[in-house]
């Protein structure tokens, strides 16, 4: 079923812009879906059908016809193995999120959820944001593992929430990439969007969204080196795309460019990445403070082999 038409004159800022890039960024879809709709006829310049790549004019009539808008599910509560309890409070649950866990239900995953799994052992996470989202301030890839802030209360997720939006949470991985950086201890300042030909996957754009990683070297093996990284900013897939990006993809991460031989020797079927710290000040005391998560057996392994 179709859904609300719109019909405006292009910006002159997307003069020149290509016509699912310009959808995406006028109507706030992702890449993916404004191609489809581009595709399938809803979108026309000056009366006329078009396709995705080509190019829109300043002034020209842009019509569409956006697509009915779709829910997420409503969480599931399931225990989730592995889903450990770091800390709780009566505003905070700190998590140590498995890998091959979402932080909620989204269109499409069928998988265990963070929230699933908090409310089977019990917690009533608070109304606050999305349905499908409760208590959910941050989140970490399904291919990602460690610790997770999720809120316990409404005044939890609104403070939690502001401070993630506001970067004053200190936000620390481990990540194992292939080679050495060179320098060993840098920033990488590029920004992220959507892969011009992958819609599912994210690369440094022109056009894409600020992003900076801070990296120091921990220890350095014949093939690999395993970092500590710092995110200033928290985009999708921020460290795996930066660290492709400079040339030293995560181990494991055949999506952003990793040997497919190293990560069979280290007994990786998923990226070498953990996030190890969360500093952020309580929402109710104003205390500070950090939670902490050791490897999983599964990154403590590949470690272990990278030594020899």
Known sequence: MPGEFRAL?????????????????????????????????????????????????????????????????????????????????????????????????????????????????????????????????????????????????????????????????????????????????????APIGRHPSSGWKFAVTSDGRHAVTHYELVEAFREASLLQVRLETGRTHQIRVHMSAVGHPCVGDPMYGSDPTLSKRVGLIRQWLHATTLGFTHPRTGDYMQVHSEYPADLQRALEVLRG
């Not at 879906?33 to 399938?40: G, K, L, S, W």
């Open 9 to 189: 004159p292009v910006p002159e800022g997307l003069d020149g812009m290509r016509v699912d890039q310009a959808v995406s960024k006028l109507f706030g879809l992702s890449r993916t879906v404004a191609a489809d709709i581009v595709a399938e006829g809803s979108v026309l310049i000056d009366a006329s059908m078009v396709s995705k790549s080509d190019r829109v004019r300043a002034g020209a009539l842009l019509e569409v016809t956006l697509p009915e808008p779709k829910l997420a599910p409503e969480p599931k509560a399931e225990l989730v193995e592995g889903l450990g309890i770091i800390y709780q409070d009566y505003d905070v649950i700190a998590v140590d999120k498995p890998v091959g866990v979402a932080a909620h239900p989204t269109l499409g995953w069928e998988g265990p959820t963070v929230v699933g799994g908090l409310q089977a052992m019990g917690f009533t996470l608070p109304d606050a944001g999305p349905p499908e989202r409760k208590g959910i301030v941050q989140r970490l890839d399904v291919g990602t593992s460690g610790v997770m802030v999720v809120a316990n209360s409404v005044q939890g997720y609104s403070v939690l929430k502001r401070a993630f939006k506001e970067r004053t949470v200190d936000k620390t991985y481990h990540t194992v990439v292939q080679g050495l950086p060179d320098p060993i201890v840098g920033t990488i300042d």
